[in-house]
């Protein structure tokens, strides 16, 4: 078996889903479509990230994010959702919590939707379809 | 220009003048502290920030001239601040004499004249600087750099933040002046990428990160338009900042939607800050920003010249009302107000008071009347006693009757006095409190003229730098007690003695360089100028580790000059005091900054007549010192009192030495002169009733006060001395002035009008006689 004293990893580095305290961040990813979620979840868990659970729409997201709270250090959010829409959820979760971190994830042709969300309080947007590259960055910035 | 900015509103005007004056100072003492230090960020920074104040007051008030010079000293300043251009000396020098001519021109301002005279020699001279340092004005280009790089963002420095109108016009500014609540406001021109899939988004994006990082008070293009579907390249953002430019410059760093920004601060109107250039912090060659100039300049010369004359003959209207303008600190003002206040609660219980006495009065006269009565009854009734005591009444029972008559007349008054007593001490204690809150009030308004001494310290390293350079000499000034605050009328007049016995020192006292290391001395001279509070005194010192004064050669001169006799022994102190005598100089070339015979007898007669004293001492090769001594204001002195026949005249205290009591007999004479012995000095005797031509009185003491000022003593003979008092002293009118050996007058607690003797006036008078009399006689040997 293959330790790591083998192969030492010479360009050693903490990945970018690692808190100092060595514990992973938190995410709660919200998207009605299981394939986007799934490719959310997988860039995440690369960089070891935790997704500590997932919701198909904004009601059940705001529910989820108050019962984890404050166990819950990032939300990605759809914008276009049955029930509740993404901008909704944001702003209750706002409310709920003005602290709270939020990177609207979002279509082409949205770009209204995207500006209120930054206004609202959303820390940054990602363009469907997702690059890892572009999601991880702008994930990293929101946690800062 | 703007038209709610009156360039010949008086109250602007004045405000102008006094910070125009600070700036001057300001860069003064900073181009100094360049020529030490030529990487002194700080020093380079705060000329920048003066002389573009200096700029934008100038623009505001119209004066051209000015602003434009003021112009070219700027260009070349940031020149030398982006290090374009390094400090060296000879561009100090191009820098100082801009400065005189920045001088000039207020000066000729000031008295409602345009500056005419020609500077473009200078002003090529300037520019000349800026094309050796290869610096092209307007701003050359940053290179561009690839983008995503966050260490390519220049982080700066709050105080290097440019600033400039931002393009903005007059009325926008004003806009966002209010909108600042007084903050300073930026513009943060965001570039934007145009390849990223949601282009439109950014505008907003960076909007919503910059409004948690201060207040965002304009954005260009409008909010409205960002909002809506369009990408614009670049996004202006007008804002307070209330967080690190680090901070900021992180933030405003977002991958694929910024590309570059800059920042400028917003030059608000009334409030002209920093500079009117802008510095790219960019990441992308879209950044290319043109200087935005503040001053808006006539197009031809004629019309400049025009302007000019306009302004002129305005201003020269308006010159002649501007008068002085004493700054105040508010807090003084609000001390005298309270203290004011005070006062009107003290009359109050002092009408009060007077209420009681009118009823204790009232109480007197009734009691009075009762008393009468009483007495009157008492006297009904002596008959009827007597007729019974002859009748054979019991003596006893009729003295007791006639006691139970009179008693109660006794304690008549009883009430009244018990009333009167309490009013009495209250009236003494309101009055204890008045003189205390008029004490106060005197020093509060005293204290609204006092000026820190630094107002005539600060022109000195530029004098002892110029003066130093001249004669090539190597001098450290060094300034102590700036904070020493003097009468402001006394401020005024010290300047010129402390210039003249600042020249002395550098010119006569310092050595030069070479002799000084071959002596063993710092090649570097020092020169220490200093001001204390002593008492109700202020003491100025000038001192140098120079040469000192030769006591030989001192002596030798005044034998010369005839200013002493040749036998005469003096002691060194003595022989210091000679070099204050009027056509003394001991320099033995004549050079240009000092040595031409008016000299220190001029800073002696200066500091006299502000009731002042001023002393040297010297050590030879060790250096000399000069302490000036001066009251903290003119306008009340602490004084002797003494009577003269009738006359009450006074003294002051800060040229009295000693008091004696003597009997006739004690007073010698000597040729001619009476004298008396002081212990082992002899004293020369003016009589004050002679002098003043007053029937002395003849008691069987006479009273000596002992004035004088360093070695010069006098004795004054007085009837009688009656105290010490603070007097204030009134100037007499121009008819009176020319009696000798009289400063002014005062009115003394009773009423009366007393005198102030002029010690030094009659020192000199004393002087004279004796000096006169020798000659005579020298005459006369021959």
């Known amino acids: ?144 | 220009m703007s038209d709610y900015l009156d360039p010949n509103n008086e109250e602007l005007l004045k405000d102008f003048f006094a910070e125009a004056q600070a700036q001057i100072e300001a860069l003064e003492q900073n181009i100094l502290v360049l020529e030490q230090d030529p990487a002194n960020r700080d020093a380079i920074d705060e000329i920048f920030r003066a002389a573009h104040t200096l700029k934008g007051g100038a623009g505001t008030v119209q004066m051209l001239e000015l602003a434009e010079f003021t112009h070219i000293v700027e260009d070349l300043l940031d020149a030398i601040r982006s290090q374009k251009v390094s400090a060296n000396p000879s561009l100090v020098d191009t820098l100082l004499q801009a400065l005189d001519v920045i001088k000039d021109m207020l000066d000729y301002r000031v008295e409602g004249k345009v500056y005419k005279k020609d500077v473009s020699q200078l002003q090529s001279q300037l520019k000349s600087y800026l094309a050796a340092g290869g610096v092209s004005v307007p701003r050359t280009q940053t290179p561009p750099s690839p983008p995503k790089t966050p260490a390519k963002h220049t982080v700066t420095a709050h105080n290097a933040i440019p600033s400039s109108t931002g393009g903005l016009s007059e009325y926008e500014r004003m806009e966002l002046k209010e909108a600042s609540n007084g903050k300073k406001v930026y513009k943060v021109s965001v570039h934007f990428d145009e390849s990223n899939p949601m282009n439109s988004v950014g505008g907003i994006q960076v909007f919503a990160v910059l409004k948690e990082l201060g207040t965002v008070l304009k954005t260009h293009p409008e909010f409205d338009k960002l909002y809506e579907d369009n990408f614009f390249e670049v996004v202006d953002y007008y804002m307070t900042v209330d967080v690190d430019w680090a901070v900021l410059d992180k933030k405003l760093h977002i991958g694929d939607v910024t590309t570059g920004y800059e920042i400028l601060e917003i030059e608000l109107p009334g409030a002209p800050v920093k500079k009117a250039e802008t510095k790219a912090v960019s990441h992308s060659p879209a950044a290319e920003i043109k200087k935005v100039p503040t001053v808006e300049k006539p197009t031809s010369t004629e019309n400049e010249e025009r302007a000019d004359q306009e302004a002129s003959t305005d201003a020269t209207k308006k010159s002649a009302s501007v008068g002085s303008v004493l700054r105040v600190d508010s807090k003084r003002i609000d001390n005298l107000l309270n203290l004011v206040s005070e006062t009107v609660i003290n009359k109050a219980t002092f009408n009060q008071i007077a209420n009681i006495f009118t009823e204790g009065m009232v109480e007197f006269h009734a009691q009075n009347n009762l008393l009468r009565e009483g007495l009157k009854n008492f006297l009904e009734k002596i008959p009827e006693f007597f007729n019974q005591m002859q009748a054979g009444a019991n003596p006893k029972d009729l003295k007791k009757r006639m006691n139970d008559e009179i008693f109660p007349l006794m304690k008549i008054y009883d009430q009244v006095e018990s009333k009167l007593k309490s009013a009495i001490n209250n009236f003494k204690s309101s009055s204890q409190n008045l003189s205390r809150i008029i004490g106060e009030l005197h020093e509060g308004v005293l204290r609204i003229r006092m000026v820190p001494i630094s107002q005539i310290f600060s022109r000195f390293p530029r004098l002892v730098r110029d003066l130093s350079k001249t004669l090539n000499k190597k001098v450290n000034l060094i300034l102590e007690g700036e904070d020493t605050e003097l009468d402001k009328s006394v401020i005024e007049d010290l300047l010129d003695p402390l210039i003249h016995i600042v020249r002395n020192a550098i010119d006569h006292g310092i050595e030069d360089p070479e002799y000084r290391e071959s002596i063993g001395k710092d090649e570097e001279g020092s020169l220490v100028m200093s001001a204390h509070n002593e008492g109700n005194m202020i003491v100025i010192e000038v001192y140098d580790d120079g040469k000192g004064i030769d006591v030989e050669t001192i002596k030798r001169k005044a034998v010369e000059r005839g200013l002493i006799h040749p036998t005469k022994i003096l002691s060194d102190v003595e022989a210091f005091n000679l070099i204050f005598e009027p056509g003394f100089s001991t320099a033995k070339t004549v050079t240009n900054i000092s040595g031409r015979g008016v000299g220190l007898d001029v800073v002696r007669k200066q500091i006299e007549k502000l009731n002042g004293s001023v002393s040297i001492w010297s050590e030879r090769g060790r250096g000399s010192r000069f302490t000036i001594k001066l009251p903290l204001t003119l306008a009340i002195i602490q004084g002797l009192l003494v009577r003269v026949g009738k006359e009450v005249y006074v003294i002051p205290i800060t040229s009295v030495i000693d008091s004696h009591r003597i009997l006739p007999t004690d007073i010698k004479i000597i040729d001619n002169y009476e004298v008396f012995n002081v212990r082992k000095d002899v004293i020369s005797l003016l009589r004050l009733s002679q002098l003043f031509g007053l029937k002395a009185e003849e008691g069987q003491y006479q009273f000596v006060v002992v004035v004088g000022s360093g070695d010069r003593k006098m004795g004054l003979l007085v009837d009688s001395l009656i105290g010490e008092e603070d007097v204030v002293i009134k100037p007499l009118k121009d008819t009176y002035t020319a009696s000798p050996g009289i400063a002014g007058a005062t009115i003394l607690g009773d009423g009366r009008v007393s005198l102030i003797i002029d010690v030094s006036q009659l020192l000199d008078l004393g002087l004279r006689q004796e000096r006169a009399i020798r000659e005579k006689r020298e005459i006369r040997v021959r």
Do not use: H, W
């Open chain 1, 1 to 144: 078996m293959k330790t790591k004293s083998d192969f030492p990893n010479l360009n050693e580095r903490k990945p970018d889903g690692v808190k100092d305290d060595g514990t992973p961040y938190r995410v709660l990813v919200v998207d009605d479509s299981v394939f986007v979620t799934k490719q959310i979840t997988q860039i995440l868990a690369s960089e070891g990230f935790e997704v500590v659970a997932t919701a198909a729409d904004g009601e059940e997201a705001l529910n989820t994010y108050k019962d984890k709270y404050p166990n819950i250090d990032l939300v990605t959010m759809d914008i276009t959702m049955p029930k509740m829409d993404g901008v909704t959820c944001l702003e209750k979760i706002m409310e709920f919590d003005k602290n709270a971190k939020v990177v609207m994830i979002s279509a082409l042709g949205k770009q209204e939707l995207v500006k209120r969300s930054l206004l609202l309080g959303a820390k940054n947007y990602i363009v469907k379809p997702l690059d890892r590259k572009k999601v991880l960055e702008r994930v990293v910035t929101s946690l800062e």
